[in-house]
């Protein structure tokens, strides 16, 4: 489904101008570039969500953010991505607060140990899989809420006249339980992508090789523009996909 000029990637005040986001997994390095992504291109409100978020947690990113992207507006958010109620209440606190929700991401949550106990597998298949799982039970209606004019009263606020919302999976390989957890978290994508067709919400996910430092490595920025993308516009047409961004160790 195309976008209307509410939602054009070529708007001039950014492809993302005037969209209220979350982002889960918003304290390691990838969620926190995945939120510089974002206001960068002109996101209204970013939900910064994680477990072990705190009033320091998110300082610097805020502070950085405060400057170089004034008008966006960064919201710590405690949140246990495997509880399902307090994934209800985030929707609702989002709504009552600006009225309309565009963008979920679910960025991975830290890395798990080389050689994992049962524990530590089921804990790492919660956090990848039931992220989006929950995720896609509840967002889409909360997006396919409209905004008039008559509630636009925070900065770089838009209307919103078009269903519109992009869910955005971010699986990353890694140690024996984060592989088996990123397969999940796909087939949780898979398995969502045709209740949502036909509706004006997508959900893609983003196959992330390793990031970090060292030769062969990709950078959070580089994840973190491709789910820009998937987030805009740009991507009206790509539902269900799996890109996988690893610099092509995949395929080598």
């Given at each position: 489904m195309d976008t209307t000029e509410d939602f054009s990637p070529y708007r001039s005040d950014g492809k993302l101008y005037g969209f209220v986001c979350v982002v889960t997994g918003a304290s390691q390095p990838v969620g926190q570039a995945i939120i510089k992504e974002l206001a960068a291109h002109g996101a209204a409100s970013i939900y910064a969500c994680d477990a072990a978020t705190t009033p320091s947690t998110y300082l610097p990113l805020v502070t950085s953010l405060s400057t170089s992207h004034p008008n966006t507006n960064i919201i710590p958010y405690p949140f246990n991505v495997t509880a399902e109620d307090e994934t209800?209440?985030?929707?609702?606190?989002?709504?009552?607060?600006f009225g309309r929700l565009d963008v979920w991401i679910c960025a991975p949550p830290p890395s798990?140990?080389?050689?994992?106990?049962?524990?530590?597998?089921?804990?790492?298949l919660q956090a990848h899989a039931l992220a989006p799982f929950f995720a896609l039970r509840h967002a889409p209606p909360a997006m396919g809420k409209l905004l008039t004019a008559a509630k636009l009263n925070y900065p770089n606020a838009a209307p919103k006249g078009q269903v519109y919302g992009s869910v955005v999976v971010v699986a990353g390989?890694?140690?024996?339980?984060?592989?088996?957890?990123?397969?999940?978290?796909?087939?949780?994508?898979?398995?969502?992508?045709?209740?949502?067709?036909?509706t004006g919400v997508r959900v893609n996910c983003i196959g992330m090789g390793g990031v970090g430092e060292g030769m062969g490595m990709g950078s959070p920025q580089e994840i973190a523009r491709v789910a820009g993308f998937l987030a805009s516009g740009f991507s009206s047409y790509v539902n269900g996909a799996n890109l996988v961004v690893d610099g092509g160790a995949s395929s080598s």
């Open positions: 209800l209440t985030l929707i609702d606190e989002v709504l009552a607060a798990t140990v080389p050689s994992p106990t049962a524990d530590d597998l089921t804990a790492c390989r890694g140690g024996p339980a984060q592989t088996v957890a990123a397969h999940a978290a796909l087939g949780v994508v898979r398995a969502g992508t045709g209740a949502l067709r036909g």
